[in-house]
């Protein structure tokens, strides 16, 4: 008897304990992040967490969501799709109601996949590859940015109506889906702009030797009117050096990759010219009204100011599910994503509504083209395309 006693309290204790966390579980809402903090994801990913704590702190100091305060954990993923995967599972476990996915297909689409499998909502921060889409990831999942078709367009137009480049040479970094999309919306807009590609080449990311296509684009004989380079990380400092130290001179246009302080670094007052790229918003008052109070919350807390719109995705991935979790009036997936395919939203990465599940969630948004002026950045001002490729 003394032995079936002390299991039904230990039991009974179990189930209070529970009980209690449960509780504590219902005062609180848990977003979970799979933000890689290491690796060649982490300048995109990075900042997008920063990011996110601001946002996190400033609901909190006011009041919360649905009366309740946001919990936001964060577990490296490492630059690596299959850790991702693997914490989105872990953060699940941990109580996550919604799930902030990284910056890319490649890397974000394995925590959009476990949040889906979970039944609830994965947003990522500004993965733009089409296949960030609810026909690839289910009727749950979202991106906060603009996709590439968008992107793409963006710089195609620029270049082709603003400018008056007639000629491209555009080369693909074959590293993945993004910086493949991302060259092929640019070249069919640009065609489609008038524009002419003289030569389309590729290139392995981490290759560090750009010879073979320079050799290629001097066979030509001429010169293009702009260089269209759409590759990540360290290596798009690289190229453009290769290409300046042999020459070409042309200015040089690309997406959000280019959104890299340390890029731009690298490039410094010599290399960092002539640059322009495709983005999610500029850390200045001129993208937006709201964007001081942004950079005064998160110097306050991070002890210096944003150097990259990064940042401000993470802010705007935690403020959209804010406002969509006080539209559903709980965080239930299905109530969350209905508020997101109906709700129109007011961001510092600029307005944004969605389209339906049946339409991929395809995200309605402009974008920023920035140009580097002696390796600093530089705001050129808001665009949104009259038309963009299908995707």
């Known amino acids: ?56 702190k400033y609901l909190n100091d006011n009041g919360g969501v649905l009366g309740k305060q946001i919990e936001f954990i964060n577990i490296d993923g490492k630059s690596d799709p299959v850790t991702v995967g693997n914490v989105a599972v872990e953060l699940i476990d941990k109580g996550a109601q919604l799930i902030m996915a990284p910056c890319d297909f490649d890397f974000g689409s394995p925590a959009g996949r476990e949040a889906q499998e979970a039944g609830i ?31 793409g367009a963006v710089a195609a137009d620029f270049a082709a109506k603003e400018k008056g480049w007639k000629t491209a040479y555009v ?24 524009g002419e590609v003289i030569l389309e080449d590729t290139y392995t990311n981490g290759d560090n030797n750009f010879s073979a296509q320079i050799a290629r684009l001097q066979a030509l004989g001429k010169k293009p009117d702009v260089i269209f380079l759409s590759s990540y990380g360290q290596d798009i400092g690289a190229i453009i050096r290769a290409l300046r130290e042999v020459g070409y001179d042309a200015p040089v246009l690309g997406g959000d990759a280019y959104d890299d302080p340390a890029m731009h670094e690298a490039l410094g007052e010599k290399f960092g010219n002539n640059v322009y790229f495709v983005t999610h918003t500029w850390m200045g008052p001129e993208a937006h009204p709201d964007m001081p109070k942004f950079i005064d919350l998160y110097t306050k807390m991070h002890g ?49 509504d969605y389209g339906t599940a049946e339409e991929g969630h395809v995200p309605n948004k402009a974008a920023v083209v920035l140009e580097l002026k002696g390796g600093k950045p530089t705001f050129v001002g808001w665009r949104k395309p009259e038309s963009i490729p299908a995707p």
């Open 304 to 352: 210096e100011a944003p150097d990259t719109s990064f940042v401000s995705t993470g802010w705007d991935t935690i403020m959209l599910m804010a406002d969509a979790i006080k539209a559903a009036g709980s965080t239930d997936g299905a109530a969350v994503a209905k508020a997101l395919e109906d709700g129109q939203f007011k961001l510092l990465t600029g307005d944004l």
């Open 171 to 194: 080369v693909t970094d074959q590293f993945i889906a993004y910086t493949k999309s991302l060259s092929k919306y640019f070249v069919e807009q640009f065609k489609a702009d008038g």
């Open 121 to 151: 909502v994965g947003i990522s921060t500004c993965a733009s590859d089409p296949l960030y889409s609810s026909w690839s990831l289910g009727d749950k999942q979202f991106t906060l940015s603009m996709w590439n078709t968008t992107m």
């Open 1 to 56: 008897m003394k032995t079936s006693r002390t299991t039904l309290l230990s039991t009974a204790a179990a189930l209070l304990l529970l009980g209690s966390a449960a509780q504590a579980a219902d005062d609180k809402i848990i977003i979970g992040g799979a933000m890689s903090l290491t690796g060649v994801q982490a300048p995109l990913d990075t900042p997008g967490v920063k990011g996110a704590e601001v946002a996190v």
